[in-house]
């Protein structure tokens, strides 16, 4: 197989050393950008492409869609419609994916958007206890991811990157990218309440705080804390269930399962599977997701994350943001002034 890589980003390079690692095939690349296709060439020993039509002119097989993630759509419909299989990254657009949907029913091709978090083996680990009832039914979970937005490419000015930008921002990619695993292993949502704020921290025209509530149809409550002016990069999970409590911290990774019964603390470690080849220890969530696509393809079948799945998720931020804008809070200041506290 011939995959065209289009963006040669962070996220591009990533690709193309699963790609590699895995040994998928030939591998080419697109970028506008001159120093991306330079830096790419020189590091992975591919063809680099400065125009669009030349690269499709090579005839690949498969595109993996890595720019910045307002152009996804662009680049996912010329894949649909040319029969070619494509691997989408994180998408924001809403509107034309259910025209995008619609294509890719009358086509035999995989259309596989990005589930990332899918593949951490903490989540898939979590999964199965949740499914084995080791803590009982979930009542509730508090999640906070946050990084500061100038760390996340350290390399490059902040002003420049799409997740500074108003329609792409930070914050908006993090919810997306989080509530795609957070479906998966607590079910549907049924409602929402939200609240965002533009802090004072980045010189960016963006939201960079959230706080979400959101109530599950199973009847449990989950409070999601997403920032991107947290100086430390954090992602940590507790979940209460009838029979026990499990938390998560991400540095750390490791999984701690309290048992109400036993009335005792278990720590949980599954990372000494996924150490080969120098590869660290995250970037094997990434080769797994590309090694599902790769099969997906080889053995003709549909791909584990849907368009229609990615389209729901994009469905429940919109009633995220609508909410953030629309709910009329109760001032509290007004109705203490009378009291002397």
């Not at 989540?123 to 199965?128: A, C, F, G, N, Q």
């Not at 002003?159 to 989080?178: D, M, P, V, W, Y």
């Not at 599902?292 to 429940?316: G, M, P, R, T, V």
Request: with cysteine; hydrophobic share 40%.
């Amino acid at each position: 197989m011939k995959f065209l890589v289009i963006g040669l980003g962070s996220m591009g390079k990533r690709r193309i050393r699963n790609l590699q690692y895995l040994k998928a095939g030939e591998i080419i690349g697109f970028d506008i950008k001159e120093d991306r296709r330079k830096e790419t060439k020189e590091k992975f020993g591919i063809d680099v492409f400065s125009n669009f039509k030349k690269a499709i002119d090579a005839k690949p097989d498969a595109f993996i869609i890595c720019n910045p993630p307002n152009l996804h759509m662009e680049y996912a419909k010329i894949a649909a419609e040319n029969d070619i299989h494509f691997f989408m990254e994180l998408n924001m657009s809403t509107g034309p994916m259910e025209a995008l949907i619609e294509i890719c029913k009358k086509k035999d091709i995989v259309a596989a958007p990005s589930s990332t978090m899918r593949f951490h083996p903490s989540i898939r680990l979590m999964k199965t206890l949740f499914e084995s009832n080791r803590i009982g039914k979930i009542v509730a979970f508090t999640y906070h991811s946050g990084q500061y937005l100038p760390d996340w490419h350290p390399w490059e000015d902040y002003h420049n990157f799409f997740a500074s930008q108003r329609e792409t921002g930070g914050c908006k990619e993090i919810i997306l990218f989080e509530l795609v695993w957070i479906l998966w292993l607590f079910g549907n949502i049924e409602k929402v309440l939200s609240m965002k704020k533009k802090t004072t921290i980045l010189d960016s025209d963006i939201d960079d705080i959230y706080q979400i509530l959101l109530q599950f149809k199973n009847g449990s409550i989950g409070h999601l804390l997403v920032d991107v002016v947290s100086r430390i990069s954090t992602r940590n999970l507790t979940v209460v269930g009838q029979k026990g409590t499990i938390e998560w911290n991400w540095i750390d990774d490791v999984i701690k399962l309290y048992d109400a019964e036993e009335k005792k603390w278990t720590e949980i470690k599954n990372r000494e599977a996924y150490k080969d080849k120098g590869y660290k220890y995250i970037e094997f969530m990434y080769i797994e997701e590309m090694r599902s696509f790769l099969q997906a393809i080889k053995e003709k079948k549909q791909y584990n994350y849907s368009l229609s799945k990615d389209l729901k998720i994009l469905k429940i931020f919109e009633a995220i943001e609508k909410n953030s804008t629309n709910q009329k809070y109760i001032t509290i200041q007004k109705r203490c002034d009378k009291y002397n506290f």
